[in-house]
């Protein structure tokens, strides 16, 4: 078992828990983090490395892994430390009201706040039930690199902007893209439906893959209509991007106000209904609540600037701009 000691934990690697590492190390405060994830960047780096993503302030366009590499960067100056691969399981509040927080391998974490931010909470793939049985072998999930569908024939199931996109990002890298979704319409965004409608993606709908083929890998799928009709398609590759179940998993058990047993209540300061815990990101709630990683951005500075007057009310809650700060101090 390990003991770890800081100002501040924050809980969920993602972008919006890496800026508020940074932001918390510019307040003057230790920083521990802790997620569930082998790798810090949460849904970004598990789901869409390679997406370009264009409504972050400054960026025209910025790759996901690049998104993430900059705010690791950007925190690793105040030095942080991180646990990953560990599962936020319990929390404690103790009678001098500081938090010990515990993950499911053992690690107890002793800080005087919290700030959460862990996105939609743990998720995982919806299956395609046709291709379980090669998972892992020309059936996956995710696309985390590209370059290996390069010249594979891939068959990408789904309608929502994950498969579109991926879709998209495999036209000029593998020897064919055929995207199949079980309804006429999609979920994904008018614009990136434009762009599939003027790409060489071959776009099959009111379809289902029902069968995928192959001993050892991937060989070819059956693709079955609405109406019956069956089709079969040469494939390298399946990609199942059928979407994700969210669950806030153990979170749910620490006391939080809930909206809808999915998102965490807070108030204009990102605080939650339990003192010296905060929260930030998609997993918030609150009127008027727009989930975007810009928003987020935003609410991972409050929250941390409430926090360190939680830690200590002698603080002020505006620290300055970071600009007023001698370079290299902050």
Aim: hydrophobic residues 40%; aromatic residues 6%.
């Amino acid at each position: 078992m390990t003991a770890i000691e800081r100002d501040l934990l924050i809980v969920g690697a993602g972008p919006v828990g890496l800026f508020a590492a940074y932001y918390a190390g510019f307040r003057g405060l230790t920083v521990a983090i802790v997620d569930s994830l082998p790798e810090p960047g949460g849904q970004v780096t598990a789901l869409y490395p390679e997406k370009p993503i264009h409504d972050i302030a400054g960026f025209p366009s910025v790759r996901g892994r690049t998104l993430v590499k900059n705010l690791v960067e950007q925190a690793a100056r105040f030095q942080p430390t991180y646990v990953l691969a560990e599962c936020a399981t319990e929390l404690t509040r103790l009678p001098d009201g500081t938090l010990r927080v515990s993950t499911d391998a053992g690690t107890t974490f002793h800080t005087r706040a919290a700030v959460i931010t862990a996105g939609i909470g743990t998720f995982t793939p919806r299956p395609l039930e046709a291709g379980q049985h090669l998972l892992g072998r020309g059936v996956s999930y995710f696309v985390p690199d590209p370059e290996q569908h390069r010249d594979q024939h891939v068959v990408v199931v789904g309608g929502g902007d994950s498969a579109c996109d991926w879709a998209l990002a495999l036209e000029s890298i593998a020897r064919s893209v055929t995207l199949v979704h079980r309804r006429a319409a999609f979920r994904a965004h008018a614009h990136t439906v434009g762009q599939l409608a003027d790409s060489t993606v071959d776009v099959i709908t009111d379809a289902q893959v029902t069968k995928v083929h192959g001993n050892n890998r991937v060989e070819r799928v059956t693709i079955t209509g609405s109406d019956g009709t069956q089709t079969e398609r040469n494939a390298d590759a399946v990609v199942a991007a059928l979407g994700f179940k969210a669950n806030l998993g153990p979170l749910r058990t620490w006391g939080l106000e809930l909206t809808d047993n999915r998102y965490i209540r807070v108030q204009d300061t990102m605080r939650t209904s339990v003192p010296g815990l905060f929260a930030a990101g998609d997993i918030t709630d609150y009127g008027g609540k727009v989930r975007l990683l810009a928003v987020g951005f935003g609410e991972a500075a409050t929250a941390v600037n409430h926090a360190a007057v939680h830690i200590n009310p002698d603080e002020t809650l505006f620290p300055g701009h970071s600009t007023d700060t001698p370079a290299g101090t902050a």
